[in-house]
């Protein structure tokens, strides 16, 4: 292996065309100096040099060895550059992944603040369940994770978020329950229900629905939230979702209705323990960190 050391030196005796010139540059003795090109020569196993010629000229060896000592030289600045970038210099891609939550809205503002700061930031951001995400986080294709609770963090860091995830009814709007402040198991036990897909959440509504599960008439799952809306402005049946999953809802045709006694979950943003990430990214989780310890105090 060549030390870069001698590849240096052997372009400033290349530049110089002469032993005395580049050594003067190079602060170092002319013997010093020929013997390290010597010693280089050795490594190469090849001439560099036409030792006759005055100016000193490179053999063919040497003129491809300036080619590459140049390449590898501006390869070793270029990486030193980038890893020590300053703050301003940031860049990349910190992929996000994350499900249809109220938590959501908190996540873009912190997205927003972090691409304020470092403008050359990109997101790619990744819709789905907390299972999925996890998967993708697992295999190492997505950094950064929003999932809603439950859910096993064993392999995660992660940060709680401060806000609550309100489990509701979806109701077509001109059905009498549309119009209750709120609404509880026995009411919606006869009633065709579109259940929540992921087997955690699933478990947590049916555990809601107390006795009244064992008879449930679910007509559906779903994954999404949006998706769950059109099923039930089709006449599917009534979907249960977070509050935060549809913040745009068409009220004239579709009623959200809380939940009674209340149902509510938690969220986290989360990442793999002990995973190697990018400078943007180990920089985008300290930025969380800051924020959302700023956001509660």
Known sequence: MIETRLLHYFLTVAREKSITGAANVLHITQPTLSRQMAMLEEEVG???????????ALT???ILLKRRAEEILELMRKTEDEISLREEQIEGTVSIGCGELASVKLLS?????FRKKYPRI???VFTANADEIKHRMDNGLTDIGLLLEPVDMEKYEYIRMPMKERWTALIPAGVPLAKKEYITPQELADIPIIMPRR???HDEVASWF??????LKISAVCNFSTNAAMLVKAGLGYALTVEGGLPFLEKSEITMVPLYPELSATSVLAWKREQPFSSAVNRFIEYIKCFLSMYSS
Do not use: C, H, W
Not at 46 to 56: E, G, V
């Open 210 to 215: 107390g006795d009244y599960y064992k008879d």
């Open 109 to 113: 503002d912190i997205l927003a603040g």
């Open 60 to 62: 063919n060896e040497g």
């Open 122 to 124: 990109v997101f790619d």
């Open 46 to 56: 090849a001439t560099l040099f036409i030792k006759s010629s005055r100016p000193l």
């Open 199 to 201: 087997q955690k959440v």
